[in-house]
């Protein structure tokens, strides 16, 4: 997980709420991604930037929100319009040109 | 898009036996196909990974195999440690490796 910081590493939060995840990385790759973790589902794509100020929704992208101003910071903010929003979710990186993702440590939403 | 299947969802296996974890793809475009490792609380970390134009890859006690006709591929773990409990992910991409699909894990456990 070196080189790339989730944070908070658990999270609980209020129906209603908005929250924001951090993903922060000094790796200097150019590519960020969030996936959603659910039990027995996998990996599920949100969002992915290639560039900064430039992403893409991925596969599940409805009630979330990202934004790519620097380089080393991806966040990700999951809206109370998400149905469904307690999940683990995972941080990744990729050097542009290359084939390797290397995720973060994750974070643990839970909604009260 | 792509969609990746995975099978067994869980696989338990006594100490010193090989495991095998079996993932068809759909997406004849997908050329690249990564096995993740995830333990408890932490980030999936690729394990290996092998290309298109290669039918099988090794590295020390695992291997993958690929069969791109009828579009399955398969890790192969010898002598399994109890270290070797944990989720394993497939997953498959395309040329640009812009997205990676993944498979819904298994979850292996090494019996001492």
């Known amino acids: 997980d070196g080189g790339i910081t989730q944070s908070p590493k658990y999270l609980f939060r209020k129906e209603g709420q908005n929250v924001t995840l951090s993903c922060e990385q000094n790796l200097n790759h150019d590519a960020m991604y969030w996936y959603r973790q659910d039990p027995g589902q996998g990996l599920r794509l949100i969002y992915y930037s290639q560039i900064v100020n430039d992403f893409q929704k991925g596969d599940i992208a409805e009630g979330y929100s990202v934004s790519r101003e620097k380089k080393e910071s991806f966040p990700l903010t999951v809206t109370s319009a998400q149905k469904n929003p307690t999940a683990f979710y995972l941080c990744a990186v990729r050097l542009s040109g290359a084939n390797v993702l290397t995720f973060g440590a994750g974070s643990r939403l839970t909604v009260l | 898009g792509e969609n990746v299947e995975q099978h067994p969802s869980t696989l338990s296996v006594q100490e010193g036996d090989s495991a095998v974890i079996k993932c068809t793809y759909s997406?004849?475009?997908?050329?690249?196909f990564p096995w993740y490792k995830q333990e408890l609380g932490k980030g999936p970390q690729l394990i290996i990974d092998?290309?298109?134009?290669?039918g099988e890859k090794k590295d020390q006690r695992i291997a993958v195999t690929l069969n791109k006709t009828a579009k399955h591929f398969s890790l192969h773990i010898t002598e399994t440690q109890p270290e070797d409990s944990a989720v394993y992910f497939c997953?498959?991409?395309?040329?640009?490796?812009?997205?990676?699909?993944f498979g819904s894990g298994t979850k292996l456990n090494v019996k001492p």
């Open positions: 997406d004849s475009a997908s050329n690249y």
């Open positions: 997953a498959a991409s395309g040329d640009n490796f812009n997205k990676f699909y």
């Open positions: 092998i290309r298109s134009n290669v």
